[in-house]
């Protein structure tokens, strides 16, 4: 088992910048994958950046050059940097954690974009 505890969310004025974080507990693999989804009402989950504990990294196109992931395996913990927010990433934010098997999830948190 897997448990997830993501911070960092709020609301931010568009052009703003804000940063979630994310730490793993309980039986953690060394190689395995974390990072964010995110989902705005009315639509479906979807990818906003992974990285793998090998430095492997995978951003949506609508973030890239935005928002940059990071990770500490140390602390079991990535991050997620988000700069030059836009209205349209108005959403909940879920840290995911994957080795094998189905992937875990964290509760989620809000990020609003708003002035």
């Known amino acids: 088992q897997v448990q997830l505890v993501e911070s960092g969310g709020g609301l931010v004025q568009p052009g703003g910048s804000l940063r979630l974080s994310c730490a793993a507990s309980?039986?953690?693999?060394?190689?395995?994958?974390m990072g964010w989804y995110r989902q705005a009402p009315g639509k479906q989950r979807g990818l906003v950046a992974t990285?793998?504990?090998?430095?492997?990294?995978n951003y949506a196109g609508s973030v890239q050059g935005r928002f940059t992931i990071s990770r500490d395996n140390g602390k079991n913990t990535v991050y997620l940097q988000m700069n030059s927010l836009e209205p349209e990433d108005t959403a909940v934010y879920f840290c995911?954690?994957?080795?094998?098997?189905?992937?875990?999830w964290g509760q989620g948190t809000q990020v609003t974009v708003s002035s």
């Open positions: 990285l793998s504990s090998g430095g492997r990294t």
């Open positions: 309980g039986t953690i693999r060394g190689i395995n994958v």
């Open positions: 995911m954690y994957y080795d094998v098997g189905s992937p875990y």
